[in-house]
């Protein structure tokens, strides 16, 4: 069985500071990675993924994510914080084998960023 | 439309009552998805379309839900007989292809209540 932990349920971070929303996973191959935000009253939106190639992922508004595969990790980043930002963050995975309907979600790291 | 169109954005209905939840994907979205995101849980699968294929429902919590798609477009979960547990944000989302390499796009969602 595949699962996804985002330990922290908040992270707190200050304007302009760097952020990381953490994420570990554990399946029994090798996985694809996803992270999404979500903001109040909205659905899901894709910032990035993890399908093969180069371990760091660049995505949308400036967030990027590294995937460790021996840390079974795939924390999201960012250089510097937005207000804009705060927002609830999901990460997720699936096996290349399954579809979006074997996908499992984390559950959700709210992310706050103070003036 | 330019997004997934969900409606109604909010339903609040007794206990006992059933209810009827709408999704209007992308145009040309082939595959339909819908999530059930309850407080403080990741996301739930509940029920896959693709094409003309028969749909997954693996996902379904009871028989008290159903889902149909007309005509490879619209769909609707239809949840009989309402508990307070089904009280829950209900997704939808589509994407091009089945596959990790076409993004989920989801809807706003449905706040379901059930009093």
């Known amino acids: 069985a595949q699962s996804v932990a985002q330990p922290e349920d908040q992270v707190n971070v200050a304007e302009g500071n760097p952020l990381t929303v953490k994420c570990t996973y554990s399946?029994?191959?090798?996985?694809?990675l996803f992270w999404y935000v979500q903001y109040p009253n909205r659905g899901l939106q894709f910032l990035l993924k993890y399908i093969t190639g180069d371990n760091l992922v660049k995505g949308s508004y400036g967030f990027e994510a590294e995937f460790n595969k021996s840390q079974t990790s795939f924390h999201l980043k960012k250089p510097s914080a937005l207000v804009s930002d705060s927002a609830l963050y999901f990460c997720?995975?699936?096996?290349?084998?399954?579809?979006?309907?074997?996908?499992?979600f984390g559950t959700g790291t709210k992310l706050q960023v103070i003036p | 439309g330019a997004g997934v169109s969900q409606s109604p954005s909010n339903k609040v209905t007794e206990k006992g009552k059933d209810v009827e939840l709408r999704c209007d994907p992308i145009s040309g979205h082939t595959a339909l998805y819908w999530y059930r995101q309850s407080l403080g849980q990741g996301l739930e699968f509940l029920i896959y379309?693709?094409?003309?294929?028969?749909?997954?429902k693996s996902g379904l919590p009871s028989d008290r839900f159903s889902a149909e798609r007309t005509g490879g477009s619209v769909s609707t979960l239809t949840i009989q007989r309402t508990q307070q547990e089904d009280s829950a944000v209900y997704l939808c989302?589509?994407?091009?292809?089945?596959?990790?390499?076409?993004?989920?796009?989801f809807g706003n969602g449905t706040r379901l209540t059930v009093t």
């Open positions: 989302a589509s994407s091009l292809g089945q596959g990790p390499n076409s993004p989920l796009h």
């Open positions: 399946v029994s191959g090798n996985p694809y």
């Open positions: 997720a995975v699936i096996l290349p084998e399954g579809g979006y309907q074997k996908v499992t």
């Open positions: 379309f693709q094409g003309n294929s028969a749909p997954d």
